[in-house]
Structure formats: C-alpha cells, structure tokens
C-alpha cells in the first residue's frame, strides 16, 4: 500500500485507512502498525488511533500479510514443540530450532502455527489471517521461548505491550571474536537488502532497531568467540543477527550473515530464546519463563576455554 489521504478520510483513524485500502481485517492492520510496518510522510507510526491528515501519504508493508491470508490453514499433529505454560488466554512455546513460526514462501506447511492449530483450534480467529495468535516470532534457526495468543484480547494487550517495549526478551548467542566493552547498545535502523529482499540489512529507510547486549563470557581456545546476552528494545526481523554483525560480530554459525566458518563449524545460528518476563495480558499476573540452553548449544560451549 502507497496512498495518499483523500479529502473523504481526513480524520479517520490509521487503522481503519490502511483496512480499507487492503483489505486487511483492524486485527492485522493492528499488529502491523504495532511491528512498524506502517509510515506516514516517511515516518514509522506504532499508534493505530493516530488520525490521518488529507495529503498525508501512507505507506504499509503488507505484501507479507496480503500473501498469508491466501493460505488455507489446517492443524498438524505431527508438527512437534513444548508447551511451557497455558492459560485461557496465552500459549508459552519453546521452540525447538529448525522449526518454522508460520507459513510463508517455501513453507506452507508443517509449521508452529499449524502444530498450535491441531492442539488449540479456538485460535483460528485470533489476530492475523496466517499467522493466528502470533505477536512475535523466532527465525527457524532460532530456539528457545515464543509467547502466543489464545484469545482475542490477549493478542490485542500482547501486541501492544510488545510495541510498548513492556516485554522483556532475553537472549543467548555466541558471536566471534571479543568485544571492546562488556556492555552496550547496538541502535541502527534495519531494512531490507536492495540487492537480495530475503536479507534484512542497517539501512537508513529501516525501521528503528534496538539491541542492548552483555558481554556473559570470552573464550579464546580453540577460537576466540564471546557469549552474549542480548535484551530486545524492538523486534525487527533478524535484529539480533543484523546488529552484531553490523558491529563485526557476527554470530556463529550463521550463514547468511557472514557468521560461518570452519574453524568453529555449527550447523545454525547460535541463537537461544533464553527467558521471558512480563505482565499476563488478562489478569495481570507477573510472569517469568526460562528455558535451558538445547543439547546441541550446551555441547559446544564444552569445547570452548
């Protein structure tokens, strides 16, 4: 979408503008925005109620959403995850890596949101057309903790507080080489690659991107790596993998950003979703998950001295 504000929608609330240009149902448009995938005049806008000026142009990246919602969804039983926590209202998952979050390009099956679909169906209906109940997502290569909605009203909290940075998301990774401090911050806009779409890259037209990091351990033999806990302030696509390597540490193991190498080979990006904290979306209730890193990272920091 690339519009213009006509006379005859001045006034009108984000949401609904960008609804009816789509298509899209307020629920999907409602996550969109909170993810920044909605400009207005240049400028990302993560408030739906925000009203629209005649002239001003509009700008949603909903190829995504608008490609989803063809895909006919049924549940798979044979799609295998854990379940950590379940409530009426939410779904803690801990994702096992290799396992992808929702259909898109190249995976219209077997995925998370398929599995979820066999064990909880009541979600259909649940945020995007899809993608039901997701509000945030790993990489396939990624493990570790994902929240899901179960309810509508748990995914509307849910993306709002996530837009709100009111989540706490901690991760595990293993990067190459030693960092200067043992503490900081990486804040660089990510977009897509120009030159390869399916790459996300620092870029200037990005949407605004925030990493902190702690230096958790260095070790030098028989590589020079530093395992890192990394905190997500948004939750762009790759963020972390984008940031470090933007700060020539890339993490290992991760081909498509320059993270692997043979002197330390692993066969997926040393990522691990390692703790969540935050309020339940309903009832209020301060809630604290953590999951222990998979066999096959706890293995290869054995290796390490």
């Not at 979408?1 to 298509?23: C, F, K, N, Y």
């Not at 899901?148 to 190459?176: F, G, I, K």
């Not at 940031?243 to 990522?271: C, M, N, Q």
């Not at 309903?282 to 096959?296: H, I, M, Q, R």
Request: hydrophobic fraction near 40%; glycine fraction near 10%; include cysteine.
């Amino acid at each position: 979408m690339d519009e213009l504000v006509p006379s005859a929608l001045a006034g009108q609330r984000l949401d609904r503008v960008v609804a009816m240009v789509t298509g899209l149902s307020r629920a999907e448009v409602s996550g969109l925005i909170a993810e920044g995938g909605v400009t207005v005049d240049g400028r990302p806008v993560t408030t739906r109620s925000t009203r629209v000026v005649e002239g001003q142009r509009i700008v949603a990246d909903a190829a995504e959403l608008l490609a989803a919602g063809d895909i006919a969804l049924e549940g798979d039983g044979d799609v295998d995850f854990d379940v950590v926590y379940v409530d009426d209202d939410l779904i803690v998952i801990d994702k096992p890596a290799g396992l992808v979050v929702h259909p898109g390009s190249g995976n219209l099956d077997g995925t998370l949101v398929q599995g979820l679909l066999s064990r909880y169906p009541e979600i259909a209906d649940v945020g995007q057309a899809g993608r039901p109940g997701i509000v945030h997502r790993l990489d396939k290569g990624t493990s570790g903790l994902l929240l899901v909605a179960r309810s509508a009203e748990a995914y509307d909290n849910l993306t709002a507080m996530l837009a709100a940075h009111e989540v706490e998301r901690r991760y595990l990774t293993l990067v190459w080489g030693e960092l200067e401090s043992l503490s900081g911050m990486v804040d660089a806009p990510i977009g897509r690659s120009a030159r390869e779409p399916t790459r996300m890259t620092v870029s200037a037209q990005g949407k605004p991107a925030r990493t902190r990091y702690e230096v958790v351990a260095t070790y030098r033999d028989p590589v020079l790596v530093s395992l890192l806990e990394c905190r997500l302030e948004t939750g762009r696509t790759h963020q972390i993998r984008v940031h470090l390597r933007a700060i020539d540490h890339a993490v290992v193991g991760d081909t498509r950003y320059g993270g692997a190498k043979e002197s330390f080979p692993f066969d997926r990006p040393w990522l691990h979703a390692a703790a969540l904290r935050l309020t339940h979306p309903v009832t209020g209730a301060e809630l604290a998950f953590d999951s222990p890193l998979p066999a096959d990272l706890a293995d290869s920091l054995t290796l390490l001295h």
